[in-house]
């Protein structure tokens, strides 16, 4: 079966540094990997999607890469501010019945002012 | 629009306890899924629903039915709690087109004592 994994449980950085979470799958590549934000006590929302044929999706601060030979994705934060804390979820897609995605655990990121 | 609706918010059961968990959208999606996430686990999927009149087992559907009444509601019930069902549950439905991302519902934390 599918092993999802992301860098680290938690990662600590500095207002306004780019903040890097890594998101490792193994055997074959999804057909698109997606991105969510989770606030404590919420439920996960959307941010950002990127197919299996496209290297890099851009939307305001946030950048996401797919790289199918490292069987990885990068999901970048630019000039982090304190409201980015948050856990960020990755979730790839394998192209099944209903289009089913598989969660990793998520990465807790904290911005320091 | 209220997006992705659960209800309770909040529940506590006794061991062998019934309860049904509701959901409800208004995002007019044929899908719709049964989360539950438990810390270090991440999310795992419970049932899915592709349209209405059909559902699927996901990940873990052991202790759990579903229901899809309609196009709108996509229930959960335990027939007999038990504590290894303490956890929190989310209801998402999904856009099938483009980005298909998944909406989320703010959850139900369910503890079964």
């Known amino acids: 079966s599918q092993k999802i994994e992301q860098n680290s449980e938690a990662l600590n950085i500095q207002e306004g540094k780019t903040a890097t979470l890594t998101c490792n799958y193994t055997?074959?590549?999804?057909?698109?990997l997606q991105w969510y934000r989770q606030d404590p006590g919420r439920g996960p929302v959307f941010l950002l999607l990127?197919?299996?044929?496209?290297k890099e999706k851009r939307k305001e601060r946030l950048k996401v890469t797919f790289d199918t030979t490292l069987k990885q994705s990068l999901f970048h934060i630019t000039a982090s501010q304190p409201a980015d804390s948050a856990t960020y979820l990755c979730?790839?897609?394998?192209?099944?019945?209903?289009?089913?995605?598989?969660f990793g655990k998520g990465t807790k990121l904290s911005v320091k002012p | 629009n209220a997006g992705v609706t659960q209800t309770p918010k909040f529940q506590v059961l006794k061991t062998g306890q019934s309860m049904t968990l509701q959901c409800a959208q208004d995002?007019?999606?044929?899908?719709m899924y049964w989360y539950r996430q438990d810390p270090g686990m991440g999310l795992r999927l419970i049932y899915y629903s592709a349209s209405e009149g059909t559902t699927d087992k996901g990940e873990v559907p052991n202790g759990y039915n579903v229901s899809r009444l309609n196009k709108r509601e996509f229930s959960l019930r335990l027939e007999s709690a038990a504590p290894s069902q303490t956890s929190v549950y989310f209801c998402?439905?999904?856009?099938?087109?483009?980005?298909?991302?998944?909406?989320f519902g703010p959850g139900t934390r369910l503890t079964v004592t």
């Open positions: 979730a790839p897609n394998y192209g099944g019945s209903q289009g089913n995605l598989i």
């Open positions: 995002m007019n999606h044929n899908s």
């Open positions: 998402a439905t999904q856009r099938v087109a483009i980005t298909y991302e998944q909406y």
């Open positions: 055997n074959y590549s999804p057909a698109y």
């Open positions: 990127i197919r299996e044929n496209e």
